[in-house]
T-cell receptor, first 114, second 114 residues
């Protein structure tokens, strides 16, 4: 059973704290993605990575950074959280093998910044 | 500007009704995904298609590449079908022919009453 695992389901942090969201996949996928999901806006791409130590900005990278030191692990870093980063964060992975490749999603981390 | 438009945003049905959710997109794509998200956050892939029609149980997905339109149908709807349904299109992003990313519609909240 293929799996994308996010380290936390729920997090509550204070403004200004540093937050690490971890994502691990066991499918040997090259591509990994971080999204945030907000009501009425759908999923928006923050960062993605197509290989170890590679990263690309998505549509809303401001306030975030990422790390991919190993193929199976993709971390999203919020250096100094703000209340507007309260959201559902979803990680996904997919193989690098052409167009018709399925994406697999983690269960999501609901982050609340107070 | 959103590359993927989904309708309706909210849909309420009685158990047994036939349901259709529509998705239109504005760019050339390599594939289209229909995703399901239950309360709690996890997203699962229902269909991935690049042409024609696919069927899985009571769910049917169709795509018309020329018209840039896809539909998700649910026959004999059931309360357990209540979820958010998300359309996503995969677009190559230019770094070789195998690197793609997803653009998402804003989702359709389906509620099926017994």
């Amino acid at each position: 059973d293929v799996k994308v695992t996010q380290s936390s389901r729920y997090l509550v942090k204070r403004t200004g704290e540093k937050v690490f969201l971890e994502c691990v996949q066991d499918m040997d996928h090259e591509n990994m993605f971080w999204y945030r999901q907000d009501p009425g806006l759908g999923l928006r791409l923050i960062y993605f990575s197509y290989d170890v130590k590679m990263k690309e900005k998505g549509d809303i990278p401001e306030g975030y950074s990422v790390s991919r030191e190993k193929k199976e692990r993709f971390s999203l870093i919020l250096e100094s959280t703000s209340t507007n980063q309260t959201s559902m964060y979803l990680c996904a992975s997919s193989p690098l093998t052409g167009g018709l490749t399925e994406a697999f999603f983690g269960q999501g981390t609901r982050l609340t910044v107070v | 500007k959103n590359e993927v438009e989904q309708s309706p945003q909210n849909l309420t049905a009685q158990e047994g009704e036939f349901i259709t959710i529509n998705c239109s997109y504005s760019v050339g794509i390599s594939a289209l995904h229909w995703l399901q998200q239950h309360p709690g956050g996890g997203i699962v892939s229902l269909f991935m298609l690049s042409s024609g029609k696919k069927k899985h149980g009571r769910l049917i997905a169709t795509i018309n590449i020329q018209e840039k339109h896809s539909s998700l149908h649910i026959t004999a709807s059931h309360p357990r079908d209540s979820a958010v349904y998300i359309c996503a299109v995969k677009i190559y992003i230019g770094r070789g022919s195998t690197l793609g990313r997803l653009y998402f519609g804003r989702g359709t909240q389906l509620t099926v009453w017994p």
